[in-house]
């Protein structure tokens, strides 16, 4: 350059993608984003913008529950369903969250369940139970959140 300044570098196109206002946005490992909400419609919507698999596992998780526990109380809270008994002062027994390769289950009083779930936390009382594609052991998931459900929760 004659002046020896160095040309400047041309400007980039910026690239827009359209974003559907009717299509949730899916964060990291497929979760959707939802916003906060009680009671079942919130947790509804989650599980209807759940991708592939992971939306019918949710699904059927969600139907376990209910089918288990009379009373249930459910949420959306952080972009992931919680449930509940009837008695708010019992708080949040259990809540489910998506990630790449799994649905994961958090049970937050976990370790008292027997047999516990195999899914440690750094937590001491909360246990995980990720559920891959086809690999829910309904009869066994039923049986924690029945257990569950009669322990004292989590206030969120």
Known sequence: MPDGKAP???K?????????PDK???LSGGNPQIAKGYGDAPVQAYIAASPGWKG???RRLDVIIENTVPGLR????????LYGVADEGMGWFLGI???????????????SLNPVPPG?????????????EDRLDEAQFA??????????????
């Open 97 to 111: 969250h998506l990630f790449t390769k799994y649905v994961k289950v958090s049970f937050f009083r976990g370790a």
């Open 24 to 26: 949730p946005v899916l």
């Open 56 to 58: 019918d596992v949710t």
């Open 8 to 10: 400047k570098p041309a």
């Open 74 to 81: 459910k949420a959306v809270k952080w972009n992931s369903p």
């Open 143 to 156: 049986d924690w959140v029945r257990q569950a459900s009669r322990l004292p929760g989590e206030k969120m």
């Open 120 to 132: 440690a936390s750094k937590q001491k009382e909360v246990r995980y139970y990720d559920v891959y």
């Open 12 to 20: 980039s196109i910026k690239q827009t993608t359209k974003v559907d």
